[in-house]
């Protein structure tokens, strides 16, 4: 079930070394799968995809390097609405927020983008002078091919 994921300002290996992160192979490998996935996936199959071509690359080099994604705020840690247990999906962050719509039936992501969305943050930041670093809204539903 591809979704579309929203461009990112760059490559994120070059943002990487723009802040002074050591690029170690590894890392970039996984770098280049986290940018190139097309769905939200979890930190397992993240490290099936990376092992497909370094046999060698361990379950912890993958957490420590979504964690170091995740503490640049790079990377986005997502719940989706819990339909697989406690699995968690990252995305690399792209340049507009979006909401992310979780079928409760089958499974489909979908990202919803609106410039109502952005408008929202814009007023909850002047309302309650709070500058958002990161916003996070999902919705659980069912799609519109699972609607009967
Ligand atoms: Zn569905
Ligand atoms: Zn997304």
């Known amino acids: 079930m591809p979704i579309e994921s929203g461009a990112f300002r760059r490559p994120l290996a070059q943002e990487l ?3 002074g992160v050591r690029m170690t192979r590894r890392r970039r490998l996984l770098v280049e799968i986290i940018q190139g996935a097309e769905r939200h996936p979890d930190a397992v199959s993240l490290w099936q995809r990376a092992r497909a071509q370094d046999a060698t690359l361990n379950k912890v080099t993958v957490y420590r390097t979504l964690g170091m994604l995740k503490r640049q705020g790079l990377v986005d840690e997502l719940d989706l609405m819990h339909l697989e247990g406690e699995k968690h999906f990252y995305e690399a ?6 909401i ?3 079928c409760i039936k089958c499974g489909r992501i979908q990202e919803f983008e609106s410039s109502l969305f952005e408008k929202l943050k814009g ?3 002047r309302e309650r ?4 670093e990161v916003v996070r809204v999902e919705a659980g539903g069912y799609c519109d091919r699972c609607q009967e």
Not at 93 to 98: E, G, M, S, Y
Not at 129 to 132: D, G, K, Y
Request: proline share 5%; net charge positive; glycine share 0%.
């Open 17 to 19: 070394i723009s802040r």
């Open 123 to 125: 007023q909850i930041e």
């Open 129 to 132: 002078r709070f500058r958002i």
């Open 93 to 98: 962050r792209p340049t507009r927020d979006h």
């Open 100 to 102: 992310h719509l979780a």
